[in-house]
């Protein structure tokens, strides 16, 4: 049998006076497409950071593929909350770059960029900045960036949580979209427990911090493709909704009373 794309082993990650996550045991299969949920300052962002190498684990080991894991994790690419374009690059030259970082070939790399442009739905913004982009667009170009070097595992910390409700809607298609006809193994950090369900396999729910472990792993077996504008009206979505929730709500509910507290 292969290994899991990623193997978190006995993960505990402490600060000074304070301890995000204990304790973790959690394996993500190779294609799979994962979500991680939890109350505010549960430590999902900081899982998510230690599997990427961005973050050393105070306690336990990362493997990736069956390797632990040594610094940063050179098979994963990583989408975050806040896009990383530079603002003084085109949309070409961003997409561009982590190719142009790789030592790639200028004229097949240049190619790739412009297929990606076309993939993510931007012809004829090419040779647009950041700022003379819409907040969806910016959002494309995030996506191509992190698949355009076609990493085996895809990090997502909340990429589409400052969107509005249908621009995040149709992003959620478009990555829904790569996944299905790349099959990376996708590992998505969100606050939303309707966006979890809908785009994954499996959502991991977390406690109420501090030393957060996780409170249930939950499989989701709605059918693929999955129709994003009407999926909360299927009454197996509903029922995987009330099974979470039902975990979720009490962590949330113990995450406001220790916020009380302080």
């Known amino acids: 049998m292969s290994p899991p794309a990623i193997r978190f082993k006995d993960i505990t990650k402490s600060f ?33 950071n230690m599997a990427a190498g961005l973050m050393t684990p ?12 040594n610094g940063i994790n050179r098979k994963a690419g990583y989408m975050f909350q806040q896009d990383a374009l530079l603002p003084w690059k085109t949309v070409l030259d961003n997409i561009l770059l982590g ?30 900045y950041p700022h003379q982009l819409s907040g969806g667009m ?14 085996a595992i895809v990090f997502m910390d909340e990429p589409f949580g400052a969107l509005d409700v249908h621009t995040r809607l149709r992003m959620e298609g478009e990555i829904l979209g790569l996944w299905a006809e790349t099959k990376k193994t996708v590992m998505f950090v969100t606050h939303d427990l309707e966006e979890a369900i809908a ?57 406001y009373e220790r916020n009380e507290k302080v």
Not at 100 to 122: N, S
Request: aromatic content about 6%; proline content about 5%; glycine content about 10%.
């Open 16 to 48: 000074p006076g304070y301890t995000a996550v204990e304790a973790i045991n959690l394996d993500v299969s190779s294609g799979r497409f994962l979500s991680v949920v939890g109350p505010s300052g549960c430590g999902k962002s900081t899982l998510l």
């Open 58 to 69: 105070s306690g336990g080991s990362v493997e990736i593929f069956g390797e632990p894991l």
């Open 99 to 128: 190719l142009e970082l790789r030592g790639a070939d200028p004229k097949a790399a240049e190619q790739t960029a412009r297929d990606w442009i076309h993939r993510v739905g931007l012809d004829g913004f090419a040779d647009r």
């Open 138 to 151: 910016r959002k494309r170009v995030a996506m191509a960036q992190t698949w355009i070097t076609d990493p």
């Open 199 to 255: 785009l994954s396999d499996e959502v991991v729910v977390l406690s109420a911090g501090p030393a957060s472990h996780i409170v249930g792993v939950y499989q989701v077996d709605l059918e693929r493709p999955r129709n994003l504008i009407d999926i909360k009206t299927d009454p197996r979505f509903t029922e995987i909704y009330g099974s979470i929730w039902r975990d979720l709500r009490e962590e949330v509910l113990k995450s």
